[in-house]
């Protein structure tokens, strides 16, 4: 009759481990499917951000680039043209002959 108890009690606690392991399974995929939601949404919202900076900047390189003038046609409009710089160093050919 003992035996009887014993495998009874055996079984009962071997069901409770059973069951507890089964419950705990379920908690950590609850909690695995809650993490992964977490990490999918902060990651469409960063690629929301950098595709909106990459977006603003890709808009203000165009309008850079329109904006823009070459630089030749400020700088020499309206000035007189310079004598060369070394003008006093180059011997004046003529006078050296005479």
């Known amino acids: 009759m003992t035996t009887n108890a014993k495998n009874a009690q055996q079984r009962a606690t071997a069901m409770a481990a059973k ?3 089964a419950r ?3 908690q950590a995929m609850h909690e ?3 993490e992964q939601l977490a990490i999918r949404a902060n990651t ?3 690629r929301a951000l950098r595709l909106a900076k990459e977006a603003a900047d890709s808009q203000l390189a165009k309008t850079a680039a329109t904006d823009r003038q070459p630089a030749t046609t400020k700088a020499h409009k309206g000035r ?3 004598a060369p710089v070394n003008a006093d160093a ?5 006078s050296a002959a005479d």
């Open 19 to 21: 069951e507890q392991r």
């Open 24 to 26: 705990d399974a379920q």
């Open 32 to 34: 695995y499917e809650v």
């Open 44 to 46: 469409e919202r960063l």
């Open 80 to 82: 007189k043209p310079s």
């Open 90 to 94: 180059a011997p004046d050919l003529d």
